[in-house]
């Protein structure tokens, strides 16, 4: 299993969310969260006073699929992210030793 | 002038004095000298300017960090209660009682006791004292804005009695007592020396702004001033709280005529024109030097344009609010840069609003006040009055800045000395919410409310709780 993390705009969270039902993928963890990669951040200006706001908004979405799954969830994930403009996000994916569904106890990719 | 909507210049000729000799107290509504439109009007214009001071909260708050906005509105709240008592008990008096010298009134109306006199153009005294309360309590609660974040709570309470009584007072009493209003004799500066301030550039603008300064001073820049980020945190709420202070200034400013006519309506018009001119103005000059048109600059606008035509809201006419507004949208706005360049935490920036705002208006008002508006006013420079006019009205810039500044410093000082004004390091860098207060504005997630509730002993427990 893989643990695949994307950290995107915000506003595409909603096709992000309907690309992965798509997929069969329906468990996922979403947070919000605040960084900047080569897009540092942006400038915001209060009575004169210029602050440079390093970290933007981003919303970080957390999928744990079968290794099988993990090259369509990438490409389900940049299809309904991408946007072509700086500040886009990015994906990593890191392998999971294993799952457990707290109800049953079930264990591996019967817990997905 | 502050009552004048008729011919004449009732300060210096009074037809006949106005106040009632009550020997025994009898029902204030008998009393054939009460005008009951004049009294409907005020007391309708003291629960506006009311609601200026918790406007101003709101104005405040939205401006500073998320972790004090609760103390910045507390320092507003606790003015209401503070001021309220010593205004009724003797600070009125000594603002608007029979004069001693023109410096100071005296305790005749101490504790308000015979609120059923008969003032002005037939107010009762009660009126009339309400009014000017709440133009005490907004003045006090202005000085919050310059020490955001840092003054011990109950340290700032003290001050505030203090500062009413040692600075606000006097200075109401120069600039707002006339001979024969609700004392025989009135203060020096508008009564005596002829200046013109309609609504209180004077006695609250420019005397907020340079006791803001002085405060500012004592109190010390903020931990990590100005290199750290403090940006406001609900921008909202500042705008309410710009909508409310504009809504009350009416009161203020129409109210200041203490009679429904046709000064108060000229009040009320160029109150609606001159923070109308400073908006525009500032959001303009604020595109060509930051970039961008900001919901913080119009909110402030609005306060300067507004703080600018106090002073000369019932002496000019539509033209002259015109200018004044725009003067202020320019100038306050240049005004709020100087605190970085001489390195001063006005937090708020109560003296480029406030202490600059009010200069401007008074000087102005020395160009643009007309006879033709108010007959009980003067001509100024544009108006054929000459530059006598103008050169009264720096007069009382001078005097109100240099008597604010002065008296301020020295309070805040002893206030310093004797409890210690600004909270421990670690609390400015925690939020002064929680170490002042035991209190947060905002609930932000579940994970802080986690934890056991106790009762304090000090609640009795209900029946069911001590019955289980």
Redesign the interface.
Known sequence: MMLVTAIVKPFTLGDIKAALEHLGVFGMTVSEVQGHGRQKGHT?????????VDFVPKVRVDIVVDEAQVNKTIDALIEAARTGKIGDGKIWVTPVETVVRVRTGERGLDAL | MRWGDHTGAPWRRPARTRIVAVAHPCPGDDNPEMDSGNTAFVLGCAALVMLMTPGLAFFYAGMVRARSALNMMMMSMVTLGVVGLIWVLFGFSLSFSDSHAGLIGGFGFAGLRAPEVVVGKGIPLAAFAMFELMFAIITAALLSGAVADRARFWSWTVFIALWTVGVYVPLAHWIFAFDGFSGAHGGWLANRLGVLDFAGGTAVEVNSGMSALALALILGRRQGW?RE?M??HNLPATLLGAGLLWFGWYGFNAGSALAAGAVAANAFLATTVAPAAAVLAWLIV?HR????P?S??AA?AVVAGLVGITPACGYVDTFGAIVIGLSCGVIC?LA??LK?RLGYDDSL?VVALHGVGGAVGLLLTGLFAATAVNSAGADGLFYGGGGGQIGKQAIAVLVAAGYAFVVTFGLASLVRVTMGFRVAPEVEAEGIDEAEHAESAYEFSPLTTTGRATVLPSLPMTHEESAT
Not at chain 1, 44 to 52: I, K, L, Q, S
Not at chain 2, 289 to 292: I, K, S, T, Y
Request: charged share 35%.
């Open positions: 915001e200006v209060y009575r004169g006073v210029e602050y440079a | 100005p980020p940006r406001p604020e030097l930051d970039g961008r900001t913080l600059g402030s706005q709020i840069r970085y920036d």
